[in-house]
């Protein structure tokens, strides 16, 4: 491979403004997309065609989008409404702002999914009738496709359980309720029944579980990083091996379902031998129980964790929030930081047992010196508790919706009803007073095609390049719920010097794409241009 000249930029992350018009001591600026859609967000995945699919369960009756052309779900199992003609899914379109009914056939309750090489979703589990369901839905421009289910395809039940998808394009399925195992998919054939155990989700399990939705990150090396409660292993599935346990997180509270904290692999730098995790968030141990028994709604976290997972003697450091947060998502942004949305500041995950929502998002700046790393944002006008969800777009703003945190829908004479709205967060780089600093691609060639370890070449245009120079990032589109973005990746790339390509302001860089599957399973990735810490509109790319 002909060598190009390495720069290195660093990301220049952001100075945030201070708010005009609020304590808030940041930036960013919310829209509210709609005010419904028919269906809470309990669930939301990006698709390669900025569409996003989104939906609830099944069994809390009626909502409030129904089914196209008196289509109805007659499913003699189901809970509360055998006969249902409305959806609980959704699919939203990023470019038209417009959404569409989906028919999902079982119940999705809390469950699970990831992208396909193909780009096809496959999306696994919940309760009831659906908790060994796999169903897929594969991607459309013309409106015409929906779900397809496999009610028994998978081998356990999987309530609460997390998905990866690893290098060799299968998804690995950790966990669920009363699940201490992991399972594959797609199989070898579709009677193979084969789970593999895992005591070490046993062995986190306390008295209110605490171990649900497992943080699951694919490491530099190839071993999955799980971690439950307050505790980490790095599992090799291939052996079903545990080959590292880490030291236990400091202060012994729980940070997984129903003590929702929220976790991130900090992005991944060129060399990719090193992979840091961060945790934040939670709730105290008894949060749980003392919410739902006495109505007691303990203030949550306010710490974070990070640790180097490829250390020979690794250690966590900890870190301050500004806000205690439970139930919080986190976003990795294309310029390498990282968004904390949504959640409480009291109580935990569960029904109407969080309280004080925490509207202010914050930035945390991985490369900042440690005590400057958090700031805060302005403030969002709706709680997102309970069942909320936040993802990155290709446009770089977030998509933020749900949050019921009630047994059905409840839209009155409760403090926190039911949201069915969509909003997006626009971070500061997407400020007018960015814009001319911010790169947009060529993209008459997207989705472009990438191969591991090769060069590729992106034409830009910007008006100025900035004194720190140009990096390219690629983020994975994540599966969120529950406060966890599955399969949530963000490579800083090697990257060249930008150099003129002709007038009017048009470059050309270019960078090496990540050297294999491990550090970037194959499928579709968001490819961005970070001009001084402004990103670019971001162009599908497929890597094989």
Known sequence: ?????????????????????????????????????????????????????????????????????????????????????????????????????????TDSWCSSGA??????????????????????????????????????????????ATNQILPDGRAIIVGGRRQFNYEFHPKPNPSDLTTFPLPFLQNTKDDVEDNLYPFVHLNVDGNLFIFANNRAILLDYTRNAIVRTYPEMPGGDPRNYPSSGSSVLLPLKPSATEAEVLVC??????????????????????????????DQSPSWSVETMSTPRVMGDMILLPTGEVLLINGAAAGAAGWELGHEPVLTPVVYSPESPAGARFQVQNPSKIPRLYH???????????????????????????EFPTELSLEAFSPEYLTSGSSNSRPKIDNSSSPISLNYGKQFTLRFAVAAISGGGVSVTMAAPAFSTHAFSMNQRLLILETGKALAAGNNGSYEVTAVAPASGILAPSGYYMVFV??????????????Q
């Open 530 to 543: 970070v001009n001084g810490g402004i990103p670019s509109e971001g162009v599908w790319a497929q890597i």
């Open 1 to 105: 491979m002909k060598p190009i000249p390495v720069h290195f930029p660093l990301l220049l992350f952001l100075l945030l403004a201070a708010s005009t018009n609020s304590a808030a001591a940041g930036g960013g600026r919310w829209d509210l997309l709609h005010r419904s859609i028919g269906v809470s967000a309990m669930h939301m995945q990006l698709l390669h065609n900025d569409r996003v699919v989104i939906f609830d369960r099944t069994d809390f009756g009626l909502s409030n989008l129904s089914l196209p052309n008196g289509k109805c779900r007659n499913d003699p199992n189901e809970k509360v409404i055998k006969i249902d003609c409305t959806a609980h899914s959704a699919e939203y379109d990023v470019a038209t702002n417009t959404f569409r009914p989906l028919m999902i056939l």
């Open 115 to 160: 992208v396909a090489p193909d780009g096809r979703l496959i999306q696994t589990g919940g309760w009831n009738d659906g908790d060994r369901a796999v169903r897929t839905f594969v991607p459309c421009d013309d409106g015409s496709c929906d779900w397809s289910e496999v009610p028994q395809g998978l081998a356990a039940r999987r309530w609460y």
């Open 281 to 310: 968030g939670g709730a105290p141990v008894g949060s749980y129980t003392s919410a739902r028994d006495v109505k007691n709604y303990m203030q949550a976290l306010k710490t974070c964790g990070r640790i180097k997972i490829t």
């Open 388 to 414: 909320s969800s936040a993802i990155l777009l290709r446009d770089g703003r977030v998509l933020v919706g749900g949050s019921n945190p009630h047994v059905y829908y409840n839209f009155t004479g409760v």
